[in-house]
């Protein structure tokens, strides 16, 4: 079994899925990037979900992402600390039952940051 945290911002009506992922990720090829991109969208819809989804990771002070192109200008918008303190989702991943589940979860504790109306977490 495994966990993914996840947040999930509204702006402008929509909703977005906002993981956030280990510095090394930068690492990567292009090729692997989308493909995690890619299971990361398989896993959320498997998990109910419908909104985009947005992979995150910070290089040094700057945040990166991955996301369909007309997320970047609001996921620019964001910092490190209004994700991990938006962190209030989970998907736990059986692989025994191949089975998907959501469930909420208490915010991170790491670091608490406001959010502007903007870019506030679902209500």
């Known amino acids: 079994m495994y966990k993914t945290r996840l947040a999930i911002f509204k702006h402008q009506c929509q ?3 906002v993981v956030p992922l280990d510095c090394s ?3 990567r090829p292009a090729w692997q990037r ?3 991109l890619d299971d990361l969208r398989k896993s959320t819809v498997k998990a109910g979900l419908v909104a985009p989804v947005a992979a995150v990771w910070r290089v040094g002070s700057k945040l990166r992402f991955v996301a369909p192109n007309e997320w970047h200008p609001f996921l620019g918008t964001l ?3 209004t994700i991990i303190s938006n962190l209030s989702f989970a998907i736990d991943y059986h692989e025994d039952s191949s089975r998907f589940r959501l469930e909420q979860v208490a915010p991170a504790q790491e ?3 406001s959010s502007s109306p903007t870019t506030g ?3």
């Open 15 to 17: 909703e977005i899925i």
């Open 25 to 27: 990720f930068e690492e």
């Open 34 to 36: 989308k493909k995690a």
């Open 79 to 81: 910092t490190w600390n």
């Open 111 to 113: 670091t608490q940051a």
């Open 121 to 123: 977490p679902r209500a």
